[in-house]
């Protein structure tokens, strides 16, 4: 069931929307002040619809708030209809801004458009391809024709990098500093060389990661 969180101080429209919502089954969170919204915010929330003029500050804020948080999904709500207010809400990660007054059915298709467009962006985030091979990041898995492979931890981060690069190129030095010094390991460039090696054993196609000599590697189609 779709979460949605209203921030929204106006009776009557806080009413109307919830009605509405809860006879689509969503279920719905609401809050009439940022103070409040502050308090009952969760980051497993779906959509937020926001209304911009709160009785404690500015929807813009909570919008920051948020962004800084999680990525969620931002509706906003509001009679201010000026083009740089639009422009503001829209380039602070505002999904989409809706002026008042407005046609509940209107809504519920800009809730619905919003929430598609996000499930395929994270959809497309989460599964790298190039040509015969697939990795499922949330599944920490990665697939040759569709037979799953397996890998080390360390081929598995290598691969990740170069899938999430493709087609650009990757120094020595930036594969390094991303694979193994965050865990404070010391790895040589040797290490690399071989799990570089290994990798492409088993993906058994070399032609798929180019080396780039005196520089480093890249994936290509």
Known sequence: MIKVFLIEDDETITLGIKSFLLKNSYTVIHA????KARELF????DIILLDLNLPDGSGFDFCRY????KDIPIIFLTVRDEE????????MGGDDYITKPFKLSVLHSRISAVLRRTAKQQMQEDVLWCGDIKMIKSQTKVYKNNV???LTTGE??????????????????????KLWDINGEFVNDNTLSVAMKRLRQKLKNHIIIKTVRGIGYRLEE
């Open 32 to 35: 009439e002040n940022l103070e």
């Open 42 to 45: 969760k980051t497993d929330i």
């Open 66 to 69: 948020v962004k800084e948080i």
């Open 84 to 91: 740089c207010d639009i422009v503001k809400g829209l380039d």
């Open 148 to 150: 799953e492979m397996k």
């Open 156 to 177: 598995y981060k290598l691969l990740q990098q170069l899938l999430e690069n493709k087609n650009r190129t990757l120094t020595r030095e930036v594969l390094l500093e």
